[in-house]
């Protein structure tokens, strides 16, 4: 503040020592003299057009500090860690402290945020020194901001309630906002005490030029084809809080398997960063999907990106004798599956079966010596973690019969399959 004052104040004489040319000021002179006497706000707004040059120019001298060197937020070491923890210890953020009350007395304090071209992060605080309720602590939830050219949806977060259960600090993460928005509406909702939700918002500032740059950014346009289907990647963005991959797929049995999208690795100077999530929308343009993974190092001598695993198919054809039940597993073209029980009740023929936990059967149905029945529904699956870190997927198959299975028969295998392909992408 001293370097700036001081800026100032040799702006005030640089404006003291200004003087309009000749020209300039005979026309004004004259203007004057022959006008009515409002119309000497002429010279006062030239002199203030000045004044707000020569601002502009000091500020614009300031505008790094100010734009990524703020206060650190107190109090949320607990809710943040890595990257985002490493920014607000350098301050890279906006400091808002905007609050309102809730329905059942409860302070909401929007304590600041960090935004930058991939995301924005928002750091609030719920206090009540009655105690906050238990249906406040699990049912409050941030839903949205809104803002000129920004509708930005909530992407996840977390928050800890204190141990005297008067204080709650989180933080959520939202779409990245508009660079034109400059005042913004964070939307949340609230319990009511006859078990009802209500929505509400409060107004916070924001100002774009706060925001942090993007670091990285370019196309990929790389297709790869898969068993049942195409993904290609069009993008990465690199930015201080995230790296973001987008793109877009077309493949039948995406969805047969938990989390598709996790044996995407993004490879930095030989080292693999940290993946955060992934997710996919559907249209009738097709699907589109983003993988997000920590911010990228630094110095960055190599990038690629390898689809370690993804979503395959195989054809099976598998025809298990129900006869008698082994205690050891049964291979399925490299995956294991284990027959833990088969019975008969009142809802028909269940067979208990537990395989790897990335595997889907397809084309299931019993055999009994009369005819051949499909699977009618699965029910009570659990997963469960071997001491070779394995993950087991343990379900009940139902058959809608009540004749005894001589057989059971599996088409085929959805399952995270190998494939080792790589995008290399240039850092220089």
Do not use: C
């Amino acid at each position: 503040m001293d370097n700036l004052e001081k800026r100032l104040a040799e702006g005030k004489k640089l404006l003291d020592s200004i003087l309009a040319p000749d020209e300039l000021e005979m026309s004004l002179r004259s203007a004057l003299h022959h006008a009515p006497k409002k119309t000497k706000r002429f010279a006062s707004s030239w002199k203030a057009a000045v004044v707000a040059l020569i601002f502009i120019i000091l500020m614009g001298y300031q505008y790094n500090a100010v734009a990524f060197y703020g206060k650190k937020l107190l109090g949320f070491d607990e809710v943040i860690d890595g990257t985002l923890k490493e920014l607000n210890e350098k301050g890279m953020g906006q400091i808002v402290e905007k609050k309102t009350k809730l329905e059942d007395g409860t302070e909401l304090m929007i304590n600041g945020i960090i935004s930058d071209s991939n995301q924005l992060v928002v750091y609030y605080t719920l206090s009540n020194p009655k105690g906050i309720d238990d249906s406040l602590s699990e049912n409050f939830r941030i839903s949205r901001i809104s803002g000129f050219l920004t509708n930005s949806n909530a992407e996840g977060g977390m928050s800890l309630l204190n141990d005297d259960d008067t204080e709650i600090k989180g933080k959520m993460s939202f779409e990245p906002v508009s660079p034109f928005s400059k005042k913004l509406k964070l939307y949340f909702w609230q319990p009511l005490q006859n078990d009802q939700m209500i929505e509400s918002n409060i107004a916070i500032p924001y100002n774009p030029n706060k925001a942090m740059a993007t670091e990285f950014k370019q196309l990929l346009k790389k297709t790869f084809k898969v068993d049942n289907g195409t993904i290609t990647f069009h993008s990465i963005t690199a930015s201080p809080t995230m790296t973001i991959i987008k793109g877009t797929l077309n493949v039948e049995n995406y969805s047969r398997v938990d989390s598709p999208l996790d044996g995407i690795e993004l490879i930095a100077n030989g080292k693999p960063v940290e993946l955060m999530g992934s997710g996919s929308t559907s249209s009738l343009r097709g699907r589109t999907f983003d993988i997000r993974y920590d911010a990228l190092p630094k110095q960055l001598d190599s990038l690629e990106l390898v689809m370690k695993e993804f979503v395959g198919y195989q054809k099976l054809d598998e025809k298990m004798s129900l006869s008698s039940i082994s205690e050891g597993p049964i291979t399925l073209d490299g995956k294991e599956l284990w027959i833990n029980k088969v019975s008969t009740t009142s809802l028909g023929v269940e067979i208990t079966i537990a395989t790897e936990g990335d595997v889907m059967l397809d084309g299931v149905s019993i055999q009994t010596q009369k005819e051949i029945i499909p699977l009618s529904t699965t029910v009570n699956q659990t997963y469960t973690k071997q001491e070779d870190g394995r993950e087991l997927k343990e379900r009940t198959l139902q058959f809608d019969s009540i004749a005894n299975p001589e057989y059971l028969l599996i088409e085929g295998m959805h399952y995270m399959k190998v494939y080792n392909k790589k995008v290399e992408i240039p850092v220089d």
